[in-house]
């Protein structure tokens, strides 16, 4: 069963950046079906979605954050790694790695993906 | 953008009720459509995909419906273990996913 761990510094300073990384167990991340996610939930809030890789390198990424945000594989670790740059006091929230999956409901519709596994997420305060 | 609203910020309910969460989205995604239950301190957890395909574990009291821009969970009898946050995610558009604003089941 795959397993998604979130790592990195718990406290950023405002416009430096934050670094996170997601360590894949119990399954490989070189899946042709499977994309690697990153989603925040700032205090008190709903959830954002941050963007997407998948593990040949091709990636998306929300258009609210593009300019800031960067999401890398490291498929020999089995990793993946989220890198924000700029950041405020906005961008305090709790972050969660997910894998992304389809769902096949018949062989003439389109795959609908979804995401299925969450790591436990990582909470990021930013402060100086 | 496609903007996915869920109408109610929480609803009250008691063991036992039929309880129907609802979210639309600004255009049709077709059924590009998810549905999470997140309780307090935890990652949401997957309940229904494909806006209507029930996620292996799930109970059966969950269960999806719609197509284009509006959709339900409902939860046939509500259990203790039920109030939680609930989510829509609509991952139609390649270029930017969305989550409704959730739900929260309270206990009336």
Known sequence: ?128 | DIQMTQSQSSLSASVGDRVTITCRSSQSISRFLSWFQQKPGKAPKLLISAASILQSGVPSRFSGSGSGTDFTLTISSLQPEDFATYYCLQTFSSLTWTFGQGTKVEIK
């Open chain 1, 1 to 128: 069963q795959v397993q998604l761990q979130e790592s990195g510094p718990g406290l950023v300073k405002p416009s430096q950046t934050l670094s996170l990384t997601c360590s894949v167990s119990g399954g490989s991340i070189s899946s042709d079906d499977y994309y690697w996610s990153w989603i925040r939930q700032s205090p008190g809030q709903g959830l954002e979605w941050i963007g997407y890789i998948h593990y040949t390198g091709s990636a998306n990424y929300n258009p609210s954050l593009n300019s800031r945000v960067s999401i890398s594989v490291d498929t020999s670790k089995n990793q993946f790694s989220l890198k924000m740059s700029s950041v405020t006091a906005a961008d305090t929230a709790v972050y969660y790695c997910a894998r992304v999956v389809p769902t096949t409901v018949s062989m003439v519709e389109p795959k609908y993906y979804t995401v299925d596994v969450w790591g436990q997420g990582t909470t990021v305060t930013v402060s100086s």
